[in-house]
Structures are given as C-alpha cells and as structure tokens.
C-alpha cells in the first residue's frame, strides 16, 4: 500500500470478487471526474433513501448540492451517507445466465458530510459551474441572495473510499467453451452530443466555445 492508497475499513472491504477492488487514489479520482452524476443514500427515521444529484471534486473534497427545501439535505448533515459514482461500460455476455455479468468502474465514498456557508458556499457554486463547463459562471447574470439560499452545498472529505471494476470478456465453465453459444462484449460509452440551441435565444448570441467544446472526464 502506497500513501496515495485509501486506508481498508469494514465498509470499504470488498468481500465478493475482491480482486476487482482497488484502493488507489488516482483510480478513484479519475472515475468521479469522468461523470458529473452521482446518488447519495441516507438514512431518515431510520428509512434509507437515495437521491441522484450533481457532483464535482475539488482537490481531497467531493461536493453535492440541491435544494436548501430538501430535507434529505438537512438531514445528512453530521449524520453518516454513502455517495457513489459509476460508469458503466458494457454488457458482457456469457454461455451461460450465471456467468453473464457487466463491465463497470464504480467509486463508494463513507463520509459525514457538512453544509458551506458565506464565501465558501459562494465558490463552490462558482467551482461547480466552471469545472462542468469552463468558463460559464463570468458570463452568466450573477445569483441573486434568494437563489444562493435556496441552495445547500454539502462536502465531505474523500477518505473512506470502495472503488470496484470489471473488465474484459465472459468467463465461462470450462466446459461452456464447447457450447454453440456466441459470447463477449458489447460496449456502453458515454457520449456527448450536438448542443442544441434554446428556441429564445436573442438572434445575436453566439454559441460560446464553452458550448461548443464541451466534454466530459
């Protein structure tokens, strides 16, 4: 284990197929900066509940943010949530049922998250906007008081961390291989298309490079 590798818990230990499990910190951050989308489950009254949101990291941090109505937001406050981030990257086709499985990249993070307030808050919003789309936040009209708070910012520091993947084609019994059965891969990707412009949009304005070249990861 190298100091970038993230510490083994009771919640991070993966127990069914652990040689699909990793540890390291480069391999975690690539895949949570590779999409935007993530779902945080929390605990309310002793219920679990899951959300999808937007979220973006910032260094050893990760972020989220949605309504400041919302009351799954007000209650992960201090209290213990679980963020993940998956790609999934192909249907893998086995000869048999059993063995037909999925190629994905998947990163669990464990945290107490805290909410942001004043200037924090404020950056972070602006962080969110530019790292999904660089350079927007200057050219939009500013948010007014009532809009920022609306909004709940929550962090929580990437310490805890599960990331788990599969690669590669079926593997099959021994005996399978003999089977007239076609077998192997058939790839997902994520994929961003054609911006397409808003009906409204004043005949002056341009579509800005920001729109033009966007990507994800």
């Known amino acids: 284990m190298t100091s970038s590798d993230f510490s083994v818990t009771?919640?991070?230990r993966i127990i069914r197929a652990p040689e699909r499990a990793?540890?390291?910190?480069?391999?975690?951050?690539d895949i949570i900066d590779s999409t935007p989308m993530c779902h945080v489950s929390y605990v309310i009254e002793g219920e679990p509940y899951i959300t999808p949101t937007f979220q973006w990291r910032d260094g050893d941090n990760i972020y989220w943010h949605g309504s400041s109505a919302s009351r799954f937001l007000r209650s992960?406050?201090?209290?213990?949530?679980?963020?993940?981030?998956?790609?999934?990257?192909?249907?893998?086709?086995?000869?048999s049922a059993y063995h037909s499985s999925a190629?994905?990249?998947?990163?669990?993070?464990?945290?107490?998250?805290?909410?942001?307030?004043?200037?924090?808050?404020?950056?972070?919003?602006q962080d969110f906007v530019d790292k999904l789309t660089p350079g927007r936040w200057d050219s939009l009209r500013p948010m007014?008081?009532?809009?920022?708070?609306?909004?709940?910012v929550l962090t929580m520091p990437i310490e805890e961390v599960s990331v788990k993947s599969r690669t590669g084609g079926p593997i099959d019994d021994d005996e399978d291989y003999e089977l007239p059965i076609w077998a192997g891969i058939i790839p997902i990707a994520q994929t961003v298309g054609q911006a397409i412009p808003d009906d409204r949009n004043l005949p002056a304005v341009d579509m800005p490079d920001h729109v033009k070249e966007f990507e994800l990861g």
């Open 10 to 12: 009771s919640k991070t």
């Open 22 to 29: 990793s540890y390291d910190r480069d391999n975690a951050y």
């Open 76 to 95: 992960a406050v201090g209290a213990n949530v679980a963020l993940n981030v998956m790609l999934f990257d192909g249907v893998v086709l086995a000869r």
């Open 103 to 125: 190629n994905y990249r998947s990163v669990t993070i464990f945290g107490q998250p805290r909410i942001l307030e004043g200037d924090e808050k404020n950056r972070a919003l």
């Open 144 to 152: 007014s008081d009532q809009e920022i708070k609306a909004t709940t």
